[in-house]
């Protein structure tokens, strides 16, 4: 039997739980540095500000890194799946109106680990954010844009 894409893989007998808090991160197409460009990232941002209006989760953290996302966040309506469908679709026509393309932009699927209460989530919340010092993208967090944190 053929290996299938680790990201169709993910997708597999995956359970959404209301309330849950989830770790979840999800690679652009073919890894393109796509969010190199810092307005390109903007409209990723956008997107998770509107999920969350809509009140389909709380974001706790995210990261918009140059190929990739991660996103901390608490599902209070809906099923992940759907959360993150919308924001990779509804960022992905955007991103290909701002550069006049209709590529793809992200691969399929993502990566996600339901995390207890009790897990450090403020631990976890800055390991997140610090991706981009880890990357050599910036020396101190507050000097890269594409970051958010409750607690920080």
């Known amino acids: 039997m053929p290996e299938l894409p680790r990201g169709k893989c993910l997708r597999n007998g995956r359970f959404s739980e209301s ?3 989830y770790l979840v991160t999800s690679v652009t197409h073919n890894r ?4 190199s460009d810092w307005t390109l990232g903007r409209l990723v941002v956008n ?3 509107a999920v969350q209006t809509l009140g389909a989760e709380n974001s706790l953290a995210w990261v ?9 966040l608490e599902l209070t309506g809906g099923e992940l799946t759907r959360v993150l469908q919308g924001v990779k679709s509804r960022s992905a026509r955007a991103i290909n109106r ?18 207890r209460r009790e897990d450090d989530l403020l631990m976890m919340a800055r390991y997140i954010v610090a991706n981009p010092l880890r990357a050599g ?6 000097d890269y844009p594409l970051w958010d944190a409750i607690w920080l």
Do not use: C, N, Y
């Not at 993208?137 to 507050?142: N, T, W």
């Open 19 to 21: 309330g849950r808090i």
């Open 32 to 35: 393109e540095q796509v969010f």
């Open 47 to 49: 997107e998770f500000r």
């Open 64 to 72: 918009v890194m140059p190929d990739h996302i991660h996103w901390l």
């Open 98 to 115: 701002s550069r006049g393309t209709h590529r793809q932009v992200w691969q399929r699927g993502f990566h996600d680990r339901a995390l």
């Open 137 to 142: 993208l910036a020396k101190r967090i507050g």
